[in-house]
């Protein structure tokens, strides 16, 4: 059995937190829903009254408004390090974007607008580093380099940051080490930004970050430690290796308040860009945001940040991939990091990379429990069919974690409670004067080969959903399209993830409805013909199960023939059989192969399948001992 069915079936079996899988299911009713990798939508029913939640969490505006001013003083030395700032003097911001055509062609499908205006927030094309983690990462690391810098007298705060380019400063920072746990992209900010500060940058990756951005990453001079296991593991590990060395700095993605604070500034920036454009959130007008989420952190700094900055006509919302909703386990049971995704039987398997993260910040989630408005999750192919979209609907190319956000307008009025709270507190022209911005968080640096992969994947799937969407059996009871497809558009390592779930469903399936003699797993049977030198000539590969003995392989190597090898096999595996009370055997084969053979050990033939167009014949066999 694999590594991800032998784990739900821990979960299955034993208990999670003290509580079976059913205590959980009973008081937690979307579970079963989110165990099957539906997507589901969570309304949370802890928010309170925006200034009083606010004030629980103990991070000030004006924390804020100090981050944004100390980016500001790093604005030269961007201008001078990464060219590519001068259009914005430096700072590291990204547009939004109406996407018309997109909306337009949601019209009366399952992930209908349903009032509003759609906007994307493209992180997508940050400078630097492409993604979300250019704000939380690249500020974590220069508040080091500020600090440090300082204590060595080497600074101060009205000096011209330009000086962060000098070689001087460089001899300095080369000294000490940054490290960081990573699924990709935060390894990618935080390499960069080091390796340009001068520092020496190790990043510790899971096994979901991909390859082109490891490549990236050593191509910079970044020290690039892989792990097999996932995000949790390559944070611990790092974490460890860093407490070893006193000039080493761990920058800590689940707890960082740095990295929350660099996120934040996001809301301040973003009330400057929506006023251009006259939007100002309020009672006529709401702000809906959907936020990818990994670990929490980019979309918690953000979430909050705009609570702080809009009050409380800004909506938030989380979106996670169906494999990996961590944050939706961590709030919904209030358990935060004592629950992983895994614990539920979960894969933690996902084309999102930047959200394959098992176990949630339990800073993020007790931060927001009483602010965010809700969490929904979303399948791989749901985002790779809103990537090809918006390739060729908008010309936006997009990583699969950017596009998460995007069904969230549409659980707003399928989803009760939501839709109940909306209605009471906005007037229906207030809503068709509503913005939903959705947060692009990913994508300008995946490399073109990538990019035009992923794209042909949404294409594909796209055109399955199109071709059969008219049949009413391709549209679940939630009103959620079905595809059927052969998962070529998926990795082997995902295939393999899939194809389990689906041997998984089955035997949870038969281990709760079959008669009990089904939930004793099978037992194999091995015997093998070898040579005293170890070569193998021949063997026997049978199981059993029930109280049946079947065999599925039986060779003898053409050099063994003659001397009986063939029915020492067989009786031997019917003697194992009979020991364990098994009491009969079965099996099958073809006509070019021995039917004869099993006749004479007593098998009696009980089926032939004769259509075979060769004139071969295929013989069901079986003896009851
Ligand atoms: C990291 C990341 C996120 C989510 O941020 P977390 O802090 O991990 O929750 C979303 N999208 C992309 C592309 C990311 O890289």
């Known amino acids: ?43 949370n029913e802890n928010t309170v009254e925006v200034e009083t939640a606010l004030n629980e969490v103990g991070i000030s505006l004006e924390q804020i408004q100090d981050t944004e001013r100390r980016l500001k003083r790093f604005a030269p030395f961007f201008m001078k390090a990464f060219p590519e700032t001068k259009p914005t003097e430096g700072i590291l911001e990204s547009p939004l974007r109406v996407v018309s055509e997109y ?71 080369s000294d000490y080490r940054i490290a960081v746990g990573s699924t990709g992209n935060l390894g990618l900010s935080i390499g960069i930004i080091s390796a340009k500060l001068g520092f020496k940058a190790q ?35 790092g974490r460890k290796e860093a407490e070893k060395d006193p000039k080493t700095y761990f920058v800590d993605d689940e707890n960082s308040i740095h990295l929350f604070l660099g996120y934040a500034v996001a809301a301040l920036r973003l009330k400057g860009q929506l006023e251009h454009i006259g939007f100002v959130p309020s009672e006529e007008s709401p702000l809906f945001v959907y936020l990818p989420c990994g670990v929490g952190g980019g979309p918690g700094g953000v979430a909050y940040g705009l609570k702080r900055v809009f009050g409380q006509h800004v909506h938030c919302y989380f979106a996670e991939p169906t494999h990996s909703p961590c ?14 995704v895994q614990d539920f039987g979960l894969d933690n398997i996902t084309i999102a990379d930047g959200l394959a993260v098992g176990r949630p910040s339990s800073f993020v989630g007790k931060a927001l429990r009483h602010l965010l408005n809700g969490i929904f999750t979303v399948t791989d192919a749901h985002m790779l069919m809103d ?27 399928k989803n009760k409670a939501a839709y109940a709270e909306i209605q009471k507190n906005y007037t229906p022209e207030a809503l068709n004067q509503a913005i939903h911005l959705s947060w692009a968080t990913g994508g300008s640096m995946v490399p073109e080969s990538v990019m035009h992969a992923d794209i042909e994947s949404g294409r594909k799937l796209l055109k399955v959903l199109n071709s059969e ?26 295939i393999e993830a899939d194809s389990n779930t689906v041997a998984q469903a089955l035997w949870l399936f038969n281990r709760l409805s079959g008669p009990e ?12 013909l070898r040579k005293l030198d170890g070569e193998i000539l021949g063997g026997l590969l049978g199981k059993l199960y029930r109280n049946a003995l079947f065999i599925d392989v039986l060779y003898v190597d053409a050099s063994l023939r003659g001397f009986g090898w063939g029915e020492k096999l067989v009786s031997k595996a019917e003697q194992i059989a009979r020991s364990e009370n098994a009491t009969f055997a079965h099996l099958d084969t073809f006509s070019f192969q021995a039917p004869e053979f099993y006749e004479k050990l007593g098998y009696i033939c009980f089926g032939v399948l004769d259509d075979f167009e060769d004139g071969s014949k295929r013989y069901f066999y079986k003896k009851v001992f």
Request: glycine share 6%.
């Open 1 to 43: 059995m694999s590594e991800s069915s032998k784990r739900s079936l821990k979960a299955f079996e034993g208990k999670v937190l003290n509580w079976t899988i059913h205590d959980w299911e009973t008081v937690f009713p979307l579970i079963p829903s989110i165990r099957n990798y539906q997507e589901v939508f969570w309304f």
């Open 203 to 237: 990043v510790h990756m899971s096994s979901d970050a991909k390859s082109w951005k490891k490549a990236l990453l050593r191509e910079k001079g970044v020290e690039v430690i892989e792990y097999d296991s996932d995000y949790s593991v390559a944070v611990e590990q």
């Open 517 to 528: 003699s089904l939930q004793t797993p099978s037992k194999p049977v091995r015997l093998f």
């Open 469 to 494: 969407v008219s049949d009413q059996t391709q549209i679940s009871k939630d009103n959620v399209p079905i595809v059927m497809d052969d998962g070529s558009w998926r990795s082997t390592s995902e």
């Open 387 to 413: 990537l090809a979209q918006m390739a060729d609907l908008e010309a936006l190319n997009l990583e699969p974690s950017a596009l998460a956000g995007l069904s969230g307008p549409s659980w707003l009025k």
């Open 327 to 340: 944050m939706l386990i961590g709030m919904m049971t209030d358990q935060h990091d004592a629950l992983s």
């Open 103 to 173: 909306q337009e062609a949601q019209t009366a499908g399952p992930y209908e607008i349903p009032f509003g205006r759609l906007i994307l927030k493209l992180d997508s094309h940050l400078p630097i580093s492409g993604s979300i983690k250019a704000r939380g990462g690249i500020y974590e690391v220069l508040q080091h380099a500020e600090r440090l810098a300082m204590e060595a007298g080497m600074l101060q705060e009205d000096d011209n940051y330009e000086v962060f380019s000098s070689q001087k400063m460089q001899k300095f920072f």
